[in-house]
């Protein structure tokens, strides 16, 4: 009796208790809506070939397992069934090619030394943001070197009080007191 009924257990899909109300042979009322509900619920539990399909939930936050596929054991922990959401893009950390950057760079193109430019804050303006830091080279777009020579010339600046140490400064703006005064 009992391996009569382990047997029908096994071979039965777990997901087919939700449908036992409407797949039950016996209809629970007479009318005809049970009867309909009675193959809705056939039709998805049984595919077109008898076989049975499997309708995955995508709202659900965990990976959902296939019917009668082979689950090797690394796939149950909890890392592997929550769905990850993917990273969001970041910019690139990698500054540009030797070419692009050679390209790019003003002060390789026209033969410049950054370091001599230590004393010219308008030369050196572009290259902080607004909070005084130096930008990386995936965002200036320079050498390797000039990057170095830059922000060398920058740390001079500020030591010497050219460049405000803390902020970004437009020192080029007319302050208000010398517009009214005109």
């Given at each position: 009796m009992l391996a009569c009924l382990?047997?029908?257990a096994r071979s039965r899909p777990t997901f087919r208790g939700a449908f036992a109300?409407?797949?039950s042979s016996a209809p629970s009322s007479p009318d005809t809506g049970s009867l309909e509900l009675q193959e809705l619920g056939q039709t998805l539990i049984e595919g077109e070939s008898g076989t049975t399909t499997y309708i995955p939930n995508s709202n659900s936050p965990y990976r959902a397992f296939v019917p009668n596929q082979f689950i090797q054991p690394h796939r149950l922990a909890?890392?592997?069934v929550v769905k990850q959401r993917g990273r969001p893009p970041t910019r690139a950390q990698v500054g540009p090619s030797?070419?692009?950057a050679q390209y790019k760079?003003?002060?390789?193109r026209l033969g410049v030394d950054p370091l001599k430019q230590a004393m010219n804050p308008a030369m050196l303006l572009p290259f902080i943001s607004e909070m005084g830091k130096v930008y990386g080279r995936n965002?200036?777009?320079?050498?390797?070197?000039n990057q170095r020579r830059v922000g060398k010339a920058i740390r001079r600046a500020k030591m010497m009080g050219i460049i405000p140490?803390?902020?970004k400064r437009n020192i080029f703006?007319?302050?208000h007191s010398n517009i009214s005064k005109k």
């Open positions: 382990r047997s029908i109300a409407l797949s909890y890392k592997s030797r070419r692009e760079d003003p002060f390789y965002v200036t777009g320079l050498t390797k070197k140490i803390l902020s703006q007319l302050s």
